[in-house]
């Protein structure tokens, strides 16, 4: 008879991600992959992920309402979707993650249908911090995605979809 190997207990996904959150950085795990000019960069999973499991953190500078609606009135409009609004402590804050700093979940992609994964805030030695966690079975190779909340985004508009769609058939006709 074979001696087995006692499993590694799993770490709790919201203890690991405060544990990410404290190193600030991204755990190993995924890709970044250009997908389109529209759409730009994403975020792939490179291993398998339970559902439940945390993913990747939102880091940017947290940021109050006044000064996030300064920035709105200076941003570019593309710099804008990287402002996220949440509630920690009573208070309306924001992250800011204009700035290209190296982190993963910024460039983690909105899907308002079929999203895989959900942000909570995560409070960590009383600062918050925005968390992705799998909402079902992530596999290898699939972009990580999450609902941004917003109902008024461009991309998701349906005369913006058949536009796209109406583009794509004319390149094939060239």
């Given at each position: 008879m074979a001696a087995t190997r006692p499993q590694r207990a799993k770490r709790n996904p919201k203890h690991n991600a405060i544990y990410y959150c404290s190193l600030g950085e991204d755990k190993e795990g995924f890709d970044i992959k250009y997908i389109n000019s529209f759409k730009g960069r994403?975020?792939?999973?490179?291993?398998?992920?339970?559902?439940?499991?945390?993913l990747i953190e939102y880091r940017g500078e947290v940021i109050s309402r006044k000064e996030q609606e300064n920035r709105l009135k200076v941003y570019h409009d593309a710099l804008k979707v990287f402002m996220f609004d949440f509630r920690f402590n009573g208070q309306q804050l924001c992250v800011d993650?204009?700035?290209e700093d190296g982190s993963l979940g910024r460039l983690v992609n909105d899907d308002a249908v079929n999203p895989n994964s959900k942000m909570k805030v995560t409070g960590v030695d009383g600062r918050p911090h925005l968390c992705l966690f799998a909402l079902k079975d992530i596999g290898p190779g699939e972009e990580i995605?999450?609902?941004?909340?917003?109902?008024?985004?461009?991309?998701?508009?349906?005369?913006?979809?058949?536009?796209?769609?109406?583009n794509v058939r004319n390149c094939h006709k060239l």
């Open positions: 994403g975020v792939f999973s490179c291993r398998r992920f339970q559902k439940g499991d945390f993650a204009a700035r995605t999450y609902n941004y909340g917003d109902s008024d985004r461009p991309w998701r508009s349906k005369v913006f979809i058949f536009s796209s769609i109406e």
